[in-house]
């Protein structure tokens, strides 16, 4: 049974780092493309950072330069290291993964399996 816990979320002041951690279980990382994603309260869902299984990676805009997305494989986990947060920034975190993905991929509905999310606050 595939599943991914995220973590590593909380409040933080503006220019301060967080990294976020998806743990996952009942497949392994390095054979699945996976994402994080974000929503903030009546925004549509935002792809922010996914890599696929060639570790190539694809970064949205608004965080490029900040944000980056990285694997594990020894611990199976997905990470998400993030700088020079911005009040903007601020929503709840999802990862999401699947294994027949094209690439690194920011589209969500390409995704099958979801975590339940992290929330992140930025304050100015």
């Known amino acids: 049974q595939v599943q991914l816990v995220e973590s590593g979320g909380g409040a933080v002041q503006a220019g301060g780092s967080l990294r976020l951690s998806c743990a996952a279980s009942g497949f392994t990382v390095s054979d699945y493309s996976m994402g994080w994603f974000r929503q903030a309260p009546g925004k549509e869902r935002e792809g922010v950072a996914a890599?696929?299984?060639?570790?190539?990676?694809d970064i949205a805009d608004s965080v490029k330069g900040r944000f980056t997305i990285s694997k594990d494989n020894a611990k199976n986990t997905l990470y998400l290291t993030m700088n020079t947060l911005k009040p903007e920034d601020s929503a709840m975190y999802y990862c999401?993964?699947?294994?027949?993905?094209?690439?690194?991929?920011?589209?969500?509905?390409?995704?099958?399996?979801w975590g339940q999310g992290t929330q992140v606050t930025v304050s100015s």
């Open positions: 890599i696929d299984t060639e570790r190539s990676t």
């Open positions: 999401a993964a699947f294994r027949f993905v094209p690439g690194a991929s920011l589209q969500a509905h390409v995704y099958k399996y």
